[in-house]
């Protein structure tokens, strides 16, 4: 056996790289669709950094509608720099900014556009985010990125044949100003604009003019084709996540593949559009001081690294700007806290150097570090056991495995084992591998590790490491009953546990947990685990309690789907929901709710269905508030929960005036997959601040 270098043409690409073959024996062939060179430089990049900025920040509006002043935009202290080093110093590799959402507002001064900033009384209308932000990201060594929407519900031409004419131009002003753009990314969103019309959108025109000005971006959008959506916004890719997709009759938006297709990718796929895991660190895509408590835990972001990194994706954490123009410390502070467990994680590599078996043929490729090295199994042979020798007991929760992807994916599944000492035991069973594959597991002690392999074709192998990461102390997990009694608990063994409902941050003197107590009227609670006399302690979890639903009963409401009770639309658990019958594609569905007593109420909250399945989901509603049952009042009509299928969270919606009600009444007007689906309601309730 002998390790030579070679050249390997493949299509429009060359590569070079090092691979373990006999002298007399060919390079592996290339195996189904293959990323280009452009698109393997972008899976490097791993991890980088959203950016959701524009009149929405000032507004509290997840979505805005075109109409807004653009005198809201008026950040007092702008500073594109803090967020290039903030990105820098999270360890991401990349910004991708939102140049301009659905409202239609350019963050440049657009020569297409009277919605700009140039209309703004930042900087004097003299001001450029878009120039600013390039300008930081090479400064930092950072790659730069933009996301323009294709609607644009304030610009007149919307809903015209002009209008595509118009996008490209837009598309063309920002991709020949701001240097070298990584990637473009295009949101699927279609809806109606000034004139009340939808466009058709030209997709071909707008991806000419982005390989025309920009050859080597990478195109995002719901089919790529140089990266596909995820098909959520929760942060997670599917444990079978293959790079590969079948696009042909699919379209963006409405006519894409189904989510859970787009989750998981295409076996065998037609083309390589590897997946983006795009997800926000706080609950809404835009700044709103209301989430300023809601930033995810160092836990939450934990588990997402693992199930989108780890699941052979990349990364696209939004990091809102917020009114000052800055990002907000507690979010940086929250990323500087998962660099420093993910650094602390694949700090030491326990595999490298180390001996490997690939069935019968001892190998350093796999175990060397350098993912442009690897181990080509025997052709024909689909299978392969891997062995590891780590040299001695060795402790570890981490396995890192790559496949050598510009020859294509070909695992299909791959089993992970340990040596106890007299018997290899099973740790772990998975589909695919990919470009990266991360799995998380209780610490062992083992010498060895076997995994073995089976794939569609020769197994290409890349990379084989081992971890041991830090443990990080379990957050506490709370509860309240249908009756407003609350329980907080943890799996660590022995914490002090203590909890504050005045929004501010536990610390170890506050008020210690030891027993279950009332919350009736709702409200915040916040909790942290310590232990070692406060010198070790867990992110902070909180839980936003409405009123308690205890004494409320069921006037009205729709059918009921055959085994799905009513009452689990208010019984304080948003893990169980209520079904109403499917009763036609147009069809509108209610619920009508006694609270018990008359009330001085501030809004209502929805809470959709949390399984991933978002058919049913509200999506249009009316609510409706009453003190006899009998007169009622229409206080939101015709409103929209923006954004819920993608992003289905708990929606918090505030009246223009507070009301005195006893009686409420939810009306959905229009369901997600209405054309078969009823209403699913997990949770309602009323706001009494």
Known sequence: MNYIKKSLALGVMTLFTTWHVNAQQAAPAPYGALPSADQISWQKLGYYMFIHFGPNTFTDKEWGD????????????????????????????????????????????????????????????????????????????????????????????????????????????????????????????????????????????????????????????????????????SGFAGETNWSTLNTDGFGMGKDAPKQEVLNTGDENGKYWIPGEVDVSIRPGWFYSPATDDKVKTLSQLLGIYYTSVGRNANLLLNVPVSRTGQIHPTDSTRLMELRKVVDATFKTNLAKGKKVLVNATQTTQLSDGNFDTYFAVEKGVKNATVTVDLGAKTKLNRLLLQEYIPLGQRVKSFEVAYWDGSKFVVLDKQSTIGYKRILSFPTIQTSRIRITVEANASPVLSEIQAYLAPEVLDIPLIYRTKEGVVSIKTNSPDPLITYTLDGGDPQVKSTPYDGSFELKKGGMIKARAFINGGKEFSDIVMADYDLSTADWKVINASESRKGSQVNRAFDGDYRTGWEAEYAGASASYEITLDMGGELEIDGFTYTPATNGNTNGIVDKYNFYVSKNGQKWERVLHNKTFGNIKNNPIKQQVKFPVKEQARFIKFEALSVIGADQNGMKINEIGVIVN
């Open 66 to 233: 075109g109409k807004e002043n653009p005198g809201v935009f008026n950040p007092t202290n702008l500073d594109a720099r803090q967020w290039a080093k903030t990105a820098k110093d999270a360890g991401m590799k990349a910004i991708i900014i939102t140049a301009k959402h659905h409202d239609g507002f350019c963050l440049w001064p657009s020569k297409y556009s009277t919605h700009t900033v140039r209309e703004s009384p930042w900087k004097g209308g003299k001001g450029d985010v878009l120039k600013d932000l390039s300008e930081a990201c090479k400064e930092y060594g950072l790659k730069f990125g933009v996301y323009l929407s294709p609607w644009d519900q304030n610009h007149p031409s919307y809903g015209t044949p002009e209008y595509n004419d118009i996008f490209a131009k837009t598309l063309e002003e920002v991709l020949t100003n701001y240097g070298d753009i990584y990637e473009m990314w295009f949101d699927g969103a279609n809806g109606e604009g000034p004139n009340g019309k939808k466009q058709v959108y030209d997709w071909p025109l707008f991806r000419s003019v982005v390989y025309k000005h920009q050859p080597h971006a990478v195109i995002f959008s719901d089919i790529g084709p140089g990266a596909r959506w995820i098909g959520n916004e």
